[in-house]
């Protein structure tokens, strides 16, 4: 659910007509509800209570400090990847001792910026990694926590780029790996393993995977605790996904009643890691319709939002909904769609000099007009965070609607922006 909704032809933003909005930020620009985002929160928050686990948003999935902060406010911690997200993270008011730092392929300065602030601990995805942390570790005369990623080798049955639960996958250790590990760490001396963590992939929507990979990492912790080997936490990671088109997926309540009963034979501090279930459907992308294109083929719908902006089709051939900010008189379904007998098929496709540059192929949308605001819905997770600058574009402005008022929590970039940092050479000029 989310709080996007049509008061008559129009579409609102909780109470902010999304038209009158554009009219004071110009398109394209993201456009978030605090509402939705704190409701899916609280939401996952509700269903886990009777563990009262550590729920620490993943910042990959849109690390905007407006969301971030949001979310902290109510009591989340915060997953972390690089040493970017983790200086946004400190920005955001969230105690070190709630951020969870993973990635494959942290590097030396990252791990000492993580110790010197303090964080919970780091998710180790191989024995260099650790072997890597306890030098740092060492050098700067400190302890560090880590959690062992295990890689429970099971399908997720997601897109194979967003699976990470494989032994074919780069991520985590597997099992025999991690139990070495655990019998030799005395050998760390400035390593305190304490943790496992888990995160099979995106976007699952059913909890069948979950319950395969959480059952094999219980029946790794009680084989520990036969050699003695007692830990404090289980990060069971995110993936849980949302609805983008016809999906069904679990809901929190259904996620919690089919991994709980597991989780609390555990006896482990649990900690989660949800992104796109928190931030997806809470984030739209408005765009302005440049040109209507029309061949013997097809009909082109050209935007003013590209690829560069959402890149999510191009790289998934991910599906988005996508709505017409302002109907026309014409029947509607309750969804907001024109009737099947007002729609045309067209293509959604941007300004990018790529033929992936689209939004949507063969789609049946109401009659579409050059001028006209169009709605790419479920834009709130890997939208903004996976933008970029191709073509030399600037990246677009976000803005977040609290009930009836607006904030621009990010300016769109200008020209200058662009070239920023970049010299030519002396010998050039």
């Known amino acids: 659910m989310h709080d996007f909704k049509y008061k008559g032809n129009s579409l609102y933003c909780e109470s902010i007509r999304v038209e009158d909005l554009s009219k004071k930020v110009a398109t394209p620009f993201y456009l978030y509800s605090y509402k939705t985002l704190i409701d899916h929160f609280r939401k996952l928050k509700k269903a886990f209570r009777s563990i009262n686990p550590l729920i620490c948003y993943s910042m990959k999935a849109n690390s905007n400090l407006a969301i971030c902060s949001s979310l902290v406010k109510e009591g989340a911690g915060l997953d972390i ?6 200086f946004k ?20 300065k990252e791990i000492q910026q993580a110790l010197k602030i303090g964080i919970l601990f780091f998710n180790v995805e191989s024995e260099a990694e650790l072997e890597n942390i306890n030098r740092v570790a060492r050098n700067l005369k400190k302890d560090a926590k880590v959690a062992i990623r295990i890689n429970p080798d099971v399908e997720p049955k997601t897109h194979q ?26 050998e760390f001396r400035n390593l305190k393993i304490n943790g496992l963590h888990i995160h099979i992939g995106s976007q699952i929507i059913k909890s069948a995977p979950f319950v395969s990979a959480i059952k094999r990492v219980a029946n790794f912790v009680a084989e520990l605790k036969k050699e003695l080997i007692d830990l404090e936490f289980l990060n069971i990671g995110g993936g849980l996904g949302i609805i983008y088109k016809d999906e069904k997926p679990q809901t929190a309540d259904e996620f919690a009643k089919a991994v709980l009963p597991i989780l609390k034979q ?6 989660l890691e949800p992104g796109r279930f928190i931030a997806g459907n809470a984030g739209i992308l408005v765009a302005k319709v440049l040109y209507i294109k029309k061949t013997k083929a097809k009909t082109f719908v050209i935007v003013d939002a590209g690829m560069n ?27 907001g769609q024109a009737s099947i007998e007002h729609r045309k098929k067209v293509d959604i496709v941007g300004p990018i000099c790529e033929s992936a540059d689209f939004f949507a192929k063969d789609r049946l949308l109401p009659r579409i007009n050059e001028g006209d605001l169009l709605a790419i819905m479920g834009a709130g997770a890997y ?9 030399c574009r600037s990246r677009v402005a976000e803005v977040m609607v609290i009930k009836n008022k607006f904030f621009i929590t990010r300016k769109r970039e200008t020209y200058n ?13």
């Open 383 to 391: 939208g903004f965070s996976m933008s970029s600058n191709y073509n």
């Open 266 to 271: 555990t006896g482990l501090k649990i900690i």
């Open 417 to 429: 922006d662009l070239i920023r940092g970049e010299t030519i050479p002396s010998i050039l000029k």
């Open 309 to 335: 902006d959402l890149i999510r089709p191009a790289l998934y051939s991910a599906y988005h909904e996508i709505l017409p900010i302002e109907h026309r008189a014409f029947p509607r379904l309750r969804s």
């Open 161 to 186: 780029y967003i699976t990470t639960g494989r032994l074919t996958n780069k991520f985590g250790i597997d099992f025999r790996t991690a139990k070495n590990i655990f019998l030799k760490r005395k």
């Open 89 to 108: 993270a400190t920005k955001s008011g969230v105690s070190p001792k709630k951020i969870v730092y993973a990635s494959v392929g942290k590097t030396q």
């Open 81 to 86: 990847v690089s040493g970017g997200e983790l």
